[in-house]
């Protein structure tokens, strides 16, 4: 388990809290659309951080080739129709480029900075010279619009309870998914980074933004800095 990540509920729980089942139930809204917007017809993508293959599967029916890096095997059990890698994302090194690189869930916001740095760093290192980089940040007022709560139209709640400090910039979150029968909970940590840090954490890695894709900023299409 990574440090300051926990998850409770049934099944298998994956070293940064998730839960196999709970993201084998969870519907997945828009983003295939926004990414198949932003990127050229059947590029060849890798997916980073897929989990069980909630957005692999709807983007592979759009006739992308796709390539699933997880570090559950868990997680990709559940993975069909794609090549599929076990491995942390920040150590993958796969010799060969990419049209496009997708980095979901969040994963930007890890509370290590080091680990974000390679997480980034993978990113840049697989995207091909004219492809991109698309990255989902956090929402604005994501750690000070707490508690709250949604319910999904397919019929479970999804509670944010908390988000405490936990020093040098980092919030321990804590949430909750409450289907009719079973509960599932996840403790995690997430640096919030404003758009000026998070613009100053790509041109480290040798990015750059090309554009916003979504109005709420949560998505970006990042290109390497020529």
């Not at 998850?7 to 089942?21: F, K, M, Q, R, S």
């Not at 897929?50 to 390539?67: A, C, I």
């Not at 100053?200 to 299409?221: F, I, K, N, S």
Request: aromatic share 6%; hydrophobic share 40%; net charge negative.
């Amino acid at each position: 388990m990574r440090e300051g990540h926990q998850g409770t509920g049934p099944g298998a729980i994956t070293p940064d809290g998730c839960a196999v089942e709970l993201y084998s139930r969870l519907p997945v809204g828009a983003e295939p659309d926004i990414v198949a917007a932003a990127v050229p017809e059947g590029a060849r993508i890798l997916e980073l951080g897929s989990g069980v293959g909630r957005m692999t599967h709807p983007l592979l029916e759009r006739g992308f080739t796709v390539t699933a890096v997880d570090e559950s095997a868990e997680m990709l059990e559940h993975v069909r129709g794609a090549r599929t890698i076990c491995s942390p994302i920040e150590d993958l090194d796969l010799g060969e480029s990419f049209d496009v690189v997708m980095l979901a869930s969040f994963l930007v916001h890890t509370g290590e900075a080091e680990v974000r740095r390679g997480l980034l760093r993978t990113c840049a290192r697989h995207v091909a010279a004219d492809g991109c980089v698309l990255i989902q940040r956090e929402g604005e007022d994501y750690h000070t619009n707490v508690p709250r709560e949604r319910v999904d139209p397919s019929g479970f709640t999804v509670r944010i309870v908390s988000a405490e400090p936990v020093g040098d910039g980092v919030n321990e979150v804590y949430a909750e998914y409450e289907f009719p029968d079973a509960v599932w909970t996840q403790t995690f940590r997430a640096r919030p980074l404003t758009k000026e840090q998070f613009e100053e954490a790509l041109g480290e890695a040798g990015l750059r933004v090309d554009r916003y894709l979504t109005e709420d900023g949560m998505w970006v299409r990042a290109i390497p800095v020529s």
